[in-house]
């Protein structure tokens, strides 16, 4: 009964698409890019004049990298940084929007991070700077890229829902990166790069799904989650906990439908372990190359740990009390489940917080288990089970951050709302969906008796 609900089934094929499976994989990526791209167009992603901007303080960074690269320049270790005296000065995108010339010596290296977002678009930035010499005009190209690739992941990743619960949470994942005024306005960011974020939960959900599909899990598959976690973390360590917690949550998901199917969990358990080890030691080779790139910089291996020592201590909640006195973890939960009224969905005049949204579907969770109880339907409860284990996990993920980062949460209350909208929010309403797919299940199951 759990298959009629969260259905497995591949999407129709063509009769050529049975014989050529690779082509017929490709074919659907391209429909799913072209699809990002009509999203990011037609909702007008790329432009900060019709949906905004989130970070301009932290995107100046990656502005005076692509600037330095775009005049041939360097630095030792291959930091962003600045040409100007504030990290944050809005002068580093006029300067990369007119071409202005600068003096090498001028750059001020961020070496609190590897960087690797601003290496990137600094590339690309000199590819499309081939077919256009106006630097706004390539800071929208940019802006529009990151937005096409942030709906491409998305779209996948709502693909992988379809097939393991159905079309109602999928469509409710996606509605909520359609809906979430956070996620609209972020997506173009050039520091953040909120389709990089997508990386490990990506990787969790390819390892889940050649697992499923060859009945064991290759080495490759774990490498994967790996290197997903390694490029994120190259791109800043903030909010890591988040991205290590959601790269298990698909197999957190398979392991609970497992357990719902009757089916032993204790493989599902393993390969969590072997995930998270994985993960672990991105982490730890992100570590590694920032330590390096801290060496060709200072010149000296003492200085480099200093340097890492000293930006994760400012930031983890044991030792953060000189970032800001008197924040304590209960109090920064409470801030943002209880107190920030930032809207986490918005649709035309209304708009709903963070809080208020997390109650009413843990509302509606308990008004449908108590319907299928008295129905007598335990095995479309049993069938929820993974969704309400996913929406556990991307509840938990974002609040992780705030216990292990507290007076960084506090400071950058700009940031937080958009890391919940990334992962608690569409999960919310993937969850709302298989409440609905199941009462819906229930109610014809009464209509015919």
């Known amino acids: 009964m759990q298959q009629e609900i969260f259905s497995t089934k591949p999407l129709p094929r063509p009769r050529w698409a049975q014989r050529h499976g690779r082509l017929w994989t490709v074919c659907t990526a391209l429909g799913l890019f072209a699809c990002a791209v009509v999203l990011a167009l037609a909702l007008q992603n790329g432009s900060t004049y019709a949906t905004g901007s989130w970070d301009d303080y932290s995107q100046q960074l990656v502005f005076g990298r692509m600037l ?195 089916q032993p969990g204790r493989p599902w358990f393993f390969r969590m372990v072997r995930a998270g080890l994985s993960a672990l030691g991105g982490v730890a080779a992100a570590l590694l190359v920032w330590l390096c790139q801290g060496y060709a910089y200072y010149g000296s291996w003492s200085e480099s740990l ?72 335990r095995d479309l409860l049993r069938g929820l089970a993974p969704a309400a284990c996913l929406w556990a996990l991307a509840v938990l993920a974002p609040a992780s951050w705030l216990v292990l980062s507290k007076a960084h949460s506090d400071v950058h209350s700009h940031l937080i709302p958009v890391l919940f909208q990334y992962s608690a929010v569409p999960a919310s309403l993937a969850l709302a969906g298989a409440l609905a797919a199941a009462v819906l299940r229930a109610a014809r199951g009464v209509r015919r008796a």
């Not at 779209?155 to 109602?168: D, F, T, V, Y």
């Open 68 to 262: 330095q690269m775009q005049q041939d320049q360097s630095a030792p270790g291959g930091f962003m940084g600045v040409y100007t005296q504030d990290w944050g000065d809005g002068q580093n995108r006029y300067w990369y929007r007119d071409n202005t010339p600068v003096d090498a010596a001028d750059f001020q290296s961020y070496t609190h991070q590897s960087g690797l977002q601003g290496t990137v678009l600094g590339v690309l930035n000199k590819v499309y700077s081939v077919w256009q010499d106006d630097g706004a005009v390539r800071e929208t190209m940019l802006y529009t890229t990151n937005a096409v690739l942030f709906y491409f992941l998305t779209l996948a990743l709502c693909l992988a829902l379809r097939r393991a619960a159905g079309w109602l949470p999928a469509l409710g994942w996606l509605a909520a990166a359609l809906l979430a005024p956070g996620i609209q306005s972020g997506m173009k960011d050039l520091y953040w790069c909120l389709w990089i974020w997508l990386l490990p939960v990506l990787a969790g959900t390819a390892l889940c799904a050649v697992t499923l599909r060859q009945g064991r899990t290759p080495a490759w598959a774990y490498l994967l989650v790996g290197a997903a976690c390694l490029v994120r973390c190259m791109c800043g360590f903030e909010f890591v906990s988040t991205f290590l917690i959601l790269a298990e949550t698909p197999l957190a998901f398979c392991w609970a439908a497992a357990l719902a199917g009757g």
């Open 306 to 377: 200093a340097n890492i020592l000293g930006a994760a201590g400012s930031r983890i909640s044991i030792s953060d009390g000189a970032v800001r006195q008197g924040v304590t973890i209960p109090g920064v939960l409470a801030q943002y489940f209880v107190a920030d009224a930032t809207p986490a969905l918005r649709l035309g005049g209304w708009q709903i917080p963070l809080g208020p949204l997390l109650a009413a579907v843990l509302a509606l969770a308990l008004a449908a288990a108590a319907l299928l109880l008295a129905l007598r339907r």
